[in-house]
T-cell receptor, first 114, second 114 residues
Framework: QQQVKQSPQSLIVQKGGISIINCAYE??????FPWYQQFPGKGPALLIA?????SEKKEGRFTISFNKSAKQFSLHIMDSQPGDSATYFC?????????????FGKGTMLLVSP | NAGVTQTPKFRVLKTGQSMTLLCAQD?????MYWYRQDPGMGLRLIHY???????AKGEVPDGYNVSRLKKQNFLLGLESAAPSQTSVYFC?????????????FGPGTRLTVL
């Protein structure tokens, strides 16, 4: 049973455009929703994260929108740049479980064309 | 600080051979994790540890064993490698003790089982 569903699998956006990646979760106990960015040949790195007590979080060109009732959250990349080309993973965890284990989506490969 | 390091970076095994992957972190983190990454599957948790001397099973533990004898090291063992274990393996660590902490990932080990 896949607990975090991510779409699309791949995305091509022109430079300067908006990239949007969506995720949906099933477990209402999740209380932490990070996004990780991974460049080829590297390990994932935390990009931005949100807790369910807020509906939006913005850091520079990156914004997470969170809809608790719909159990969905999304990553928006404004003014997308070729350097943003990477694989993006959404994830969810239960922070007070004592384990802090992350459940990842399957990833979205983003290509920003020059 | 080196952060999270993994040894080796690449390895080719024959079916039935055994090997150990080493993960080391110098951030004094309590929690450590082993993931495998396969195309289109995202990152899946194999085993994790919430402290020295402790281990627990993740989503896909079969065929793997782990040990956490020292706080800074987390070893992943394959006793009898199978082609289905061909993957990229990532180790991660997390400080623990506070909510909403970031998992720091290593650079990965690419394993091929023939």
């Amino acid at each position: 049973q896949q607990q975090v569903k991510q779409s699309p699998q791949s995305l091509i956006v022109q430079k300067g455009g908006i990239s949007i990646i969506n995720c949906a979760y099933e477990n209402t106990a999740f209380d932490y929703f990070p996004w990780y960015q991974q460049f080829p040949g590297k390990g994932p790195a935390l990009l931005i994260a949100i807790r369910p007590d807020v509906s939006e979080k913005k850091e520079g060109r990156f914004t997470i929108s969170f809809n608790k009732s719909a159990k969905q959250f999304s990553l928006h990349i404004m003014d997308s740049q070729p350097g943003d080309s990477a694989t993006y993973f959404c994830a969810a965890s239960i922070e007070n479980s004592g384990y802090s284990t992350l459940t990842f989506g399957k990833g979205t490969m983003l290509l920003v064309s020059p | 600080n080196a952060g999270v390091t993994q040894t080796p970076k690449f390895r080719v095994l024959k079916t039935g051979q055994s090997m150990t992957l080493l993960c080391a972190q110098d951030m004094n983190h309590e929690y450590m994790y082993w993931y495998r990454q396969d195309p289109g599957m995202g990152l899946r948790l194999i085993h994790y540890s919430v402290g020295e001397g402790t281990t627990a099973k993740g989503e896909v533990p079969d065929g793997y064993n782990v040990s956490r004898l020292k706080k800074q090291n987390f070893l992943l063992g394959l006793e009898s490698a199978a082609p289905s274990q061909t993957s990229v393996y990532f180790c991660a660590s997390l400080s623990g003790g506070a909510a909403y902490n970031e998992q720091f990932f290593g650079p990965g080990t690419r394993l091929t089982v023939l």
